[in-house]
């Protein structure tokens, strides 16, 4: 083991320890335990309000709705009583989409939304399934209300296909620029989607697909599961409306690691990266337990449910036997070269540890940016202040039309 990466271990272990200890004293007072269902209502009515993750654009009432006929944790009761209120609008839409699609999409996405909280964070039973594809078939029809619409692509890999969503600025001169936008362990394409449709006036395109392990991806979590992306930016340079020299990637929590592999495997190719609280080492080694997970309040709920489903393990300790394999540490990646890069983080996060974000600054060639919110959670997150859509329309996507050369004329 090279000396920083021994030093880089040993303060791993350090700063989760000390981490854990201040960001959860609360909970150390009394014995681990789950949120109980009033207390997940609750605090869910408070997201909502508040337009913080995971119940971003959800409407209050209609989660205060579905909520009254949810009486148990029962995942297939859960995904029922958000479908009932999603279906009203979904009929709505079909209603409405020759006489006033601008209402038609507004139901459509009103219907995504909710059939998205009904199936999260992870399509892990029969209710919870039908919530995804349901989720699927409204916010394609979404999409296709769009000036420009979304395109729903096709991508041949491995015998099974990529599917994704793709966005191109409408009326373009020539080549776009375009991001890879890859999403978090809990979120999907379609969230990824909505984020960069902000791009699109400022004439960057987008494709959005879902990460390894979560979605309609073809493939599980891996150490190689990278190479998805590499068909990825393959199909991109394929196209003629893609300008070769500019392509991008963003990356989510989960998606954050995934973007920050890209900077240094596939640096040659890819103009600029983009990575919002990745974690690439601690995490991994330190691997996830039961009593962590239960204590953080960060995460609404089901957090152990996620990181078995990333990887298809059938239980923690399997994914923890799999999760250090991930660490870009241990595959000797952490000080090679990179591509520009942005590192955006929240101090106060309780699922990524800040030695993972000094470790990707302290290494590799080049000056990054960093953009890191001394209040912020996951993401940079901050209830009232920094929520998802101002990060990325203050922070984001400026980066974005600076390291992507964009002319003043779109800017």
């Not at 070269?337 to 302290?362: N, R």
């Amino acid at each position: 083991m090279s000396k920083f990466a021994a030093f880089y271990a040993v303060l791993a272990v350090l700063f989760v320890l000390t981490t854990m200890t201040a960001a959860e004293a609360f909970a150390a007072q009394e014995p681990p335990r789950a949120r109980t269902l009033e207390e997940i209502k609750t605090e869910a009515l408070a997201r909502a309000r508040t337009g913080m993750y995971p119940m971003i654009g959800l409407d209050p009432a209609d989660v205060s709705e579905a909520f009254q006929h949810i009486k148990s944790k029962d995942m297939d009761e859960w995904a029922a009583a958000f479908d009932a209120v999603a279906d009203r609008y979904m009929a709505q839409g079909k209603s409405l989409e020759s006489s006033d699609p601008g209402k038609a999409n507004a139901a459509y996405l009103r219907a995504w939304r909710l059939y998205y909280f009904g199936n999260w964070p992870v399509p892990i039973s029969p209710g919870k399934l039908r919530s995804y594809n349901k989720s699927l078939e409204a916010f394609v029809a979404h999409g296709r209300l769009l000036d420009p619409p979304i395109q729903v692509v096709q991508i041949p890999f491995e015998g099974k296909e990529i599917i994704g969503y793709l966005r191109v600025p409408k009326d373009a001169k020539g080549p776009v620029p375009m991001v890879i936008a890859i999403n978090g362990a809990d979120s999907r394409k379609e969230n990824m989607s909505l984020n960069f449709d902000a791009a699109i006036p400022h004439g960057i395109g987008y494709l959005a697909v879902d990460t390894p392990g979560t979605g309609q991806a073809p493939i599980k979590a891996s150490p190689t599961a990278d190479r998805l992306y590499s068909r990825v930016i393959d199909w991109l340079l394929a196209r003629p409306d893609v300008d070769k020299t500019r392509i991008a990637a963003e990356g989510q929590s989960w998606g954050a690691y995934w973007a920050t592999k890209l900077a240094i495997v596939e640096r040659a190719r890819l103009k600029c990266v983009i990575a919002q609280s990745p974690g690439v080492h601690a995490g991994y080694v330190h691997g996830l337990h039961e009593d962590e997970m239960l204590r953080n309040r960060e995460y609404l709920f089901g957090l152990s449910q996620v990181f078995q489903y990333l990887y298809g393990a059938k239980s923690i300790e399997e994914a923890n036997r799999i999760s250090p394999q991930m660490s870009l540490v241990n595959q000797h990646l952490i000080g090679k070269p990179t591509t520009p890069m942005l590192i955006i983080a929240g101090a106060k996060d309780t699922l990524i540890p800040m030695s993972d974000i000094y470790l990707i600054l302290d290494n590799g060639d080049i000056p990054k940016d960093a953009w890191i919110n001394p209040q912020g959670g996951h993401l940079g997150r901050q209830v009232g202040v920094w929520p998802d859509p101002v990060i990325f329309n203050k922070v984001i996507i400026p980066w974005l039309i600076r390291h992507l050369d964009m002319p003043a004329a779109a800017q």
